[in-house]
Every structure is written in C-alpha cells, then in structure tokens.
C-alpha cells in the first residue's frame, strides 16, 4: 500500500483531505437544515430532489478528489496532478452555481407549500453557501503551489526510471494526459447522468432505461479504453474512440434540447447545473478523442514496457526510495 514519504506528497494529501472535511461539514449543515425544514406530509416532486441531489453531488466529487490525489501521488503522476487543480476550479464552479441554485429551489418549495412556514432556512444556509466557495478558493491556491513543488519532484523521479530521451518522455506524458482524463470523464459524465435521471421531469421511459443503461457501459468503456492503451491494440483504441464520438453526439443533443422551448420546463430546475456539466463533458470527450489518437500513433516505439503495468507507481516509489 502507498504511503507519502516526501514532504509535498504528504502536504498535498494532507491540504485536499482538510478541504474536504470542512466542505463537507458546512455541506451536511446545509442538507440537514434543509430536510428539517421540510414538511414531511407532502408527496416528492421533482422540486424537492434539487437540493438533496446538489449535496449528494458536491459530497462524492471531493470523495472522488480524494481518490484521485492518493492515486496521482502513488502513480507520480505530474498531470493528473496539476489536473485535480483544474478540478478544483470546477468544483469551484460548481459550489457558485449551487448558491442561486439551492435558492432557486428553496423559494420554489416554499410557493408550492412543501417548507414550513416558521423556517427561515435560506437565511440560515447563506452564509454558509458563500463560505463554500471562498474556501474552496483558497485551497487551490494551496494546493497550486504545492502543484508546482510535486511537478519538479516527480518529473526528476520519472527522468530517472522512465527514460533520458526527450521522445520517450513525451510519449510517456501523452499517455498521462489520457489516463487522466479518462478518470475525469467518469466523474463528469456519471454527474451529469444522476442529475438528470433524478431531477428532470417528464422524459420517457425509454429515454430513461438507456440513461441508466449508459452508465456502466460507459465505466466498461472507460476501463477498456485503459487497457487496450496499455497493451497497444490499435483496433481495441479505434472501437473506443468511435465511441467517444457516440457519447459526444449523445452530449451535445442533450445540451441542445435543454434550450429548447417545448422542453425548457422539464429542464428549468437544474439547467445551469446540467449546462455546466454537459459543457465540461464536451470538451473533456474532444481532449480524450485527440489524446487517444496521439497516444495510437505512439504504438510500437518502445513506451510499451514502461505503461504495461499497472505497478509503474510501487517501482517508481521503490526506486525513489533506494536513492
């Protein structure tokens, strides 16, 4: 089992799991004042799904962040890395949106009867929504910095066990840009997917089961699109980049019809969420597109041996360690 043995490694892991403690317990006030609020004698709408599924969202992406810095700082992985900053910035994004979003929702609930009339539950999320935000702010700025700190440390560990040659590296990085990315997709995509299963109204029935249907399919498509990368199969990459142009065809529908006005009702209650999303899922799918494609034509010029494996972390870090 990894384990930080450097002073930014254990200071990037250190600064993403505080960030995520403390958003997640001004998140879990926010939930549970909502729910209190509640009536509970009313039938679920749609409406009423908003805020639980904002959280629920919120809550697994900095879950998932924390995933993803353990599996970065194990794998060396200078991209990725600098990818969960960017990250950062859209969770960011995402906790702006979700202020005007939870009020949209709460003065909504309230016209329809479904919070109690004593509750003055806005007034005593606010503060605590705005405060999100700016913490979050902050801790990017940390963990840039500390960013900048692991991008030396790990690119002198990588020229050490990888390769001196300049081609070599830069094959070797293509392929971090891509490994990156694929974890990206899934969070953004499965996001995407649970807001709209949950929250939009009247799609039907076949609509929906396909939905579900694309979510592990899109897991296996992700999981296999690593593999066939690793074992340099050209026509395994080929089928996953076709179907990356299905997904971006199916991304690119969905952010056009929101828009549409025979559909903006069923969309209204969580179109700046799902606009966000769709939007950063377009361009993450074009990114993989381009990358798996770089990545093809570096097939059969030596970087195999050094991706085949998924123990390249452990030997980095053993090799690190004999130093």
């Known amino acids: ?34 729910q209190l609020a509640l009536e509970m004698d009313r039938p679920t709408i749609p409406l009423s799904k908003t805020i639980p599924t904002y959280l629920t969202l919120f809550i697994f992406g900095f879950l998932y962040q924390l995933l993803l810095v353990y599996d970065a700082l194990r794998l060396k992985n200078t991209i990725q890395v600098i990818g969960l900053c960017v990250y950062n910035v859209g969770m960011l994004i995402y906790a702006a949106i979700q202020y005007d979003q939870v009020n949209d929702a709460i003065i909504g609930l309230k016209e329809r009867g479904y919070i109690k009339v004593e509750e003055t539950v806005w007034k005593d999320v606010q503060p605590y929504l705005l405060t999100v935000p700016i913490i979050i702010a902050v801790f990017t700025v940390i963990m840039a910095g500390i960013a900048w700190k692991l991008y030396d440390e790990f690119a002198w560990t990588i020229y050490k066990h990888i390769s001196a040659d ?123 597109v381009i990358n798996a494609s770089v990545c093809m034509a570096n097939f059969g010029k030596g970087l195999k041996p050094h991706i085949a494996t998924r123990k390249l972390g452990a030997e980095l870090e053993k090799g690190e360690n004999s130093t």
């Open 1 to 34: 089992m990894y384990r930080p043995t450097t002073t930014w490694t254990w200071s990037f892991l250190i600064v993403t799991f505080v960030q995520t403690c403390v958003t997640l317990a001004l998140e879990a006030y926010v939930f549970a004042k909502f």
């Open 166 to 288: 300049l081609r070599m590296k830069r094959r070797f990085l293509t392929f971090q840009i891509y490994i990156t990315l694929l974890k990206f997709d899934f969070f953004f995509f499965l996001g995407f997917t649970v807001q709209f299963l949950v929250i939009v109204v009247n799609v039907k029935d076949i609509e929906k089961w396909i939905t579900v249907a694309a979510i592990p399919v899109t897991i296996l498509i992700l999981v296999m699109a690593a593999y066939w990368t690793r074992r340099e199969n050209k026509f395994g990459v080929i089928v996953t980049i076709i179907c990356y142009l299905g997904g971006l065809a199916y991304f690119i529908f969905k952010l056009a019809r929101m828009y549409q006005p025979a559909k903006r009702e069923n969309f209204l209650p969580v179109r700046k969420n799902l606009t966000s999303f769709a939007v950063i899922t377009i361009l993450l799918i074009v990114l993989t």
